[in-house]
């Protein structure tokens, strides 16, 4: 089987999630790697039609929104499998990349993470209106992914799935920055399986740097 190749910037969620998909999996591959901040790729927009990263490339199949790179993933490869088989946890494990993608990412990434960190490191001032609107949306999405890890290991229940690889780049941004500390001081269970899912090669191995 081919190598894939991932297209995308390492500092991306959505990318990350991808990587240490692949890293759980032992997949090597190739990752062009581009800040889009700076410039897309000529032809990007055939690799992603609505200029967004990740984009995925194997044996001839063109692949984006990050749950379809993952799920293909889990199944295209040899590896431990990271979707649970019993339904209603793998119906939970979709519930957690649903919570992610509709909920979570806007507040606390859009809203909150890049107003806070990197609008400040691009030389802008953050938005502190649009940030203290966000809290209330961030609160809610932490305290909700807090009960649905309460009382068990990981998001799929005793075995890590590709829920815990969606969440973990979002939370680790959030764990960055003040207003998400106090929000994750408020989630016990939240932390703990953050504490475990960072002890985790893929994890530790995939850490962005914003420069
Ligand atoms: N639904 C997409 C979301 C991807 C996404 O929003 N990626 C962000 C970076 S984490 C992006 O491409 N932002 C660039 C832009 O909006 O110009 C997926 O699942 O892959």
């Known amino acids: 089987m081919s190598k894939p190749t991932l297209h995308g910037p390492g500092f991306s969620t959505y990318v990350r999630s991808v990587r240490i998909t692949l890293a759980e999996k032992g997949v090597e591959y190739d990752f062009n790697e581009f800040n889009f901040l700076e410039g897309w790729p000529d032809g990007y927009e055939k690799l992603h039609p609505f200029m967004k990263v990740p984009a995925f490339e194997h044996d001839g199949l063109a692949l984006y929104e990050t749950p379809a790179i993952l799920v293909y993933i889990n199944a295209a490869f040899d590896g431990p499998a990271l979707l649970p088989e019993q339904p209603a946890m793998r119906a939970k494990t979709l519930q957690a990349v649903n919570v992610v993608d509709n909920y979570a990412y806007d507040a606390i990434i859009t809203r909150t993470f890049i107003q806070r960190a990197l609008v400040p490191k691009l030389g802008g001032e953050s938005n502190e209106a649009m940030i203290e609107d966000a809290q209330g949306d961030c609160q809610r ?39 998400g500390q106090t929000l994750l001081g408020q989630a016990p269970a939240l932390t703990a ?9 893929s994890i530790a191995s995939t850490v962005p740097s914003l420069g």
Do not use: C, K
């Open 141 to 179: 999405a932490i305290s909700v992914l807090d009960a649905m890890v309460s009382g068990q290991d990981y998001f799929g229940g005793d075995n890590v799935s590709l829920a815990d690889f969606h969440v973990t780049p979002v939370l680790h941004y959030a764990s960055q920055i003040p207003e």
């Open 193 to 201: 399986w953050m504490e475990r899912m960072s002890a985790r090669d």
